[in-house]
């Protein structure tokens, strides 16, 4: 079992249901999570925290995700997986996604508990040391439509 490091996930979307959805959800799944509810305030939590993981919206008002992300490489913050939780982004706003930086991508709606079971594995994975893979995952209606693993080592 991971230490408490690898337990800690960090969950950033402006919408306060799907914040407290996910936040409900991974705590069952015995994690601990931080919330926030912009991009201004997950980076304020990054610079202060270690996170196994975070669930990052995207595409958010003010501070979106994609500054978010580029604070982590700017700041040389610490590199947890990111798994973005997205609504109908295209193809075209995937493919500019730094494969580095995102480990995973989930469209909305998603079942929350198969949400938690991503989340969980990447901690795993993340307690073992580097983090080498990249997950995408495609959810509809609780229904995995793609998922793969692409091993970046």
């Known amino acids: 079992m991971p230490n408490e490091t690898y337990r800690r996930i960090l969950v950033v979307d402006d919408d306060d249901d799907v914040r407290r959805i996910l936040s409900s959800a991974l705590t069952t799944s015995g994690l601990t999570v931080d919330t926030a509810g912009g991009g201004k305030e997950a980076i304020d939590l990054l610079r202060e925290n270690s996170y196994a993981v975070v669930l990052l919206d995207l595409l958010m008002p003010g501070v979106d995700g994609f500054s978010v992300i580029d604070a982590m490489r700017a700041e040389s913050m610490q590199s947890p997986p990111v798994v973005l939780v997205i609504t109908g982004a295209d193809r075209s706003v ?60």
Request: hydrophobic share 45%; glycine share 6%; proline share 7%.
């Open 94 to 153: 995937v493919d500019r996604l730094d494969p580095q930086r995102i480990h995973g991508v989930v469209r909305k709606p998603f079942e929350p508990e198969e949400l938690a079971s991503l989340v969980l594995a990447c901690s795993e994975i993340k307690s073992r040391g580097t983090f080498g893979t990249m997950a995408i995952a495609t959810m509809i209606s609780g229904a995995p439509l793609l998922a793969w693993l692409v091993n970046r080592s």
